[in-house]
Structures are given as structure tokens and as C-alpha cells.
């Protein structure tokens, strides 16, 4: 089965710093891969989804953006975080041929 | 617009209650409905229903899907203090292909179970 390792756990950035968010999947290979935040008491809201090296789809026009420069690594960046920006942010894998997404441990950014 | 609703929002009970948590949905060319069960972190997988009226089972949670009336339950019995967390309905569109994969996911229905 796969693993999903996100970093950091935690983070405190005052607003206009840059922000460069990593995950990365064990376990599998050429998975789907999906960038989600939640924020306090919404529901998790999909940001960006890649089926493969260089894809990238985002679902919402904002400050950030995405990249996955190898098969298992997806990387969410942005140049100059808002307040708007805080939130819980969580990486997913998801198996070709299988419909369940997993989840990354997830990373608490909170923007000052 | 597809959205999934979840109700309710949240849920207080005792130890040893049985709860049923809901969750409609309206979106287009459904493919599956999925629950997760989010405590301090990230969600994790509970079940994945696809076919009406097949119920899915793990031991004192189950659920149950039924795709003419756009809604799925999952229903928890005996709870216990360690079944606290969110509960989270997300639907998978068959338009959003099967490479994709995406999901939709309510706002979520929060447990707290009292000792």
C-alpha cells in the first residue's frame, strides 16, 4: 500500500513570504496526485490535481500554483502567501484503476 | 453544479448510543460515494459504495448507499469516545473520468461521543 509523506507538519509565514509546500508517495507508482485545503469548519476544497509528470489542473484561480517534477512528488507553491492562505493543506494519492483517494498527514500553514 | 450535503452539521451523544450520519448528493453521471472519518489530521478511508442497496461493513460501522434517492448513510453503533472526529461524504462524477479521479466532498458531520 502506499505512503504519503508531507512537510513540514507546521508552518508560520507573515503575508507576502513565499510558500513551497512537498509531498511525496511511496508504494506506487504513476498515481494521481491532489492538492486540497481545508479550512476552518469548510469542507476540503480541491485545489490542483496531476495525473503525471508536468500535469497539472488547478480547480480554483488563486495565488498559488503546483508542480510534479517526478512521478511521486508534487510540490504546492506560491510567490507571496495572503492572510486568505491559512488553512490545513493535504496531499492524496490515488491508484490508477482504484477510485479511493488517501490522504498525507497534512500541513497546518497559518499566515500572519 | 454538483454539491454533496452532509447532515448534520454536528452530533452529540453518550457512549453506547447508535447515530446515523447523512449525506445527499446531487452531481452528474455518478460513479461512487465514499466516507471518510477525519480525527486530529487527515481523513482516512472508511468505505466506498458504488451499487444501491449493498450494504458495507466494518465492524460497529456500516453504511448504505441508494442511488435513486441521491443519499447514503453511514451509521455507527455502541459508539465509543474514540469514534469522536469529523465525518466526511465525498462523491467521485463518472465526468470527471476515470483518470481523474476527483471528489467532491461535504462539509463534513462532527461526532463527539461523551463518556
Known amino acids: 500500500s502506499q505512503t504519503i509523506h508531507q512537510w513540514p507538519a507546521t508552518l508560520v509565514q507573515p503575508v507576502g513570504s513565499p510558500l513551497s509546500l512537498e509531498c511525496t508517495v511511496e508504494g506506487t507508482s504513476n498515481p494521481n496526485l491532489y492538492w486540497y485545503r481545508q479550512a476552518a469548519g469548510r469542507g476540503l476544497q480541491l485545489l490542483f490535481y496531476?495525473?503525471?509528470?508536468?500535469?497539472i489542473s488547478s480547480e480554483v484561480p488563486q495565488n498559488l500554483s503546483a508542480s510534479r517534477p517526478q512521478d511521486r512528488q508534487f510540490i504546492l507553491s506560491s510567490k507571496k502567501l495572503l492572510l486568505s492562505d491559512s488553512g490545513f493543506y493535504l496531499c492524496a494519492c490515488k491508484r490508477s484503476s482504484y477510485n479511493e483517494q488517501f490522504f498525507g498527514p497534512g500541513t497546518r500553514l497559518t499566515v500572519l | 453544479e454538483d454539491k454533496v450535503v452532509q447532515s448534520p452539521l454536528s452530533l452529540v451523544v453518550h457512549e453506547g448510543d447508535t447515530v446515523t450520519l447523512n449525506c445527499s448528493y446531487e452531481v452528474t453521471n455518478f460513479r461512487s460515494l465514499l466516507w471518510y472519518k477525519q480525527e486530529k489530521k487527515a481523513p482516512t478511508f472508511l468505505f466506498m459504495l458504488?451499487?444501491?442497496?449493498i450494504e458495507k461493513k466494518s465492524g460497529r460501522l456500516s453504511s448504505i448507499l441508494d442511488k435513486k434517492e441521491l443519499f447514503s448513510i453511514l451509521n455507527i453503533t455502541a459508539t465509543q469516545t474514540g469514534d469522536s472526529a469529523v465525518y466526511l461524504c465525498a462523491v467521485s462524477p463518472l465526468n470527471y473520468g476515470g483518470s481523474q479521479g476527483n471528489l467532491i466532498f461535504g462539509k463534513g458531520t462532527k461526532l463527539s461521543v461523551k463518556p
Open positions: 458504488t451499487s444501491s442497496g
Open positions: 496531476s495525473v503525471g509528470i508536468g500535469q
